[in-house]
């Protein structure tokens, strides 16, 4: 920025396939004047601690735009791109997803549901041609140029299929030129940036998707659409400097100084357990239902407190923490003993299994199922992200909780009551430093924020 207020950007210049045309004009700047300012995110400073929220929504966007309206999709997609270009170095999740969704031949890839809960099955003589194509060029274009036209050849065929109500050729059919031209920016500099990081899937995604959008730009309006946006952003009071979302890395990466953690099983142990029983000889049946049935962890009169027998893909060398395909976590004897040293054990109850490796049946020992006592409504309606019923009394899509300090009180291990039947445990720092300190493997624990509202 300079000293008159106004942003520069360096022009990115990038060779476009089809004949070669250079495009000189930044990423950034191109989503700025195409997209809508949601959240205001390219209209006025923020503090660090906005700025770490709305990544967290982006974050939570990046995998879940599918699920949006069109108008949404739409309203939120420059501020979901320019957020993915600055931290995916740092924070990748829905990097995958988020390129899934760019690439428009996935709208023949199988079934999918969309924003309003319709299940879409295209036929199979519609998708099969387009997508073996599509991924055979992808694939080709990995080793050396393509020719236009057996990319222009692909894209009529594309526009030939019957499109899918709401699905993404339906939107980016309707995106205007500037709009299609910043994808395209951005879908180039994306790769340069991220492209040898990315895998296999991802990489094939983001070249399909640039199959596509390389062949909608239009390029030979490139002095004229540039024009556009120079006119748009003149009319904007404020535009953030480039990569505004160093702060949240920064606070991302600092030390963590939160009253409340949630409490989750790391991710390589997540699933360990693969049955559970009340009988070694048990049936397979019976081993399914029970193992689903306690997926909640939460305790009732029916919850089972006499041993249980458990299943388990590795026995060596096996943390202190892990869980069931369906989140009931295990505790060692030793993490049970430094919980009950803390005081807390009033909150859980613990019922032993018996612990065997599946496929060698050499028993790996005993461990102690968490059934958990306490259960507070404590989540911000205002501040959550996530997605959430009518009536905004169940959460149906927990992503970033935000916690009520009021509703709390001074309970130090519960779990979020709006989550059920999923379980979110929350612990309080001195806990969580509690466990941390006694060195227990397979916990991984992340701040909440907590607020007076």
Known sequence: MDSTGTTRFEPLCTSHPIGGKILCMHWRKALYGAFPNAFGWKMRPLLPEDLQELHEYAVFLRSRLIFLAPPEQVNELGFVMENLMDTCEWDSRGTEQFLDWLNPFNDYRGAFIDHRGNLHRPREEDTTDVLKWAEELAQRSFLRPLWEEQMQSLINRLHRLPRIADGRMELFSALDELQRLAVWLWLEAFEKRYGK??????????????????????????????????????TMPWVSQPSPWKQVR???????????????????????????????????????????????????????????????????????????????????PRLRQRIESLGVSSAVRYTPILLREKDSGCEAGVYYAVFFLVSLECLSRTRTIGLWNDDFTRVIDLHYPVLVASRIGGVELFTIGEWQPLTWVVVSRRVRDAIVEAGTTGCVFRAVKVVEE
């Open 197 to 234: 990081k990315l895998n296999w899937v991802a990489r094939l995604n983001l070249r399909m998707a640039k199959l596509y959008w390389c062949q909608v730009t239009p390029v030979d309006k490139l002095h004229s659409l540039e024009q556009v946006c120079r006119e748009r952003l003149r």
């Open 250 to 332: 920064k606070l991302a990466e600092g030390e963590v100084n939160a009253p409340y953690f949630t409490w989750m099983v790391a991710e390589e142990w997540f699933g360990a357990v693969v049955e559970v029983a009340t009988a070694p000889n048990a049936s397979a049946e019976e081993r399914r239902h029970l193992t689903d049935s306690l997926s909640s962890a939460l305790w009732t009169p029916e919850t089972p407190s006499r041993l249980l027998h458990g299943w388990v893909r590795l026995w060596r060398d096996m943390p202190d923490c892990l869980s069931t395909y369906r989140g009931l976590m295990l505790h060692s």
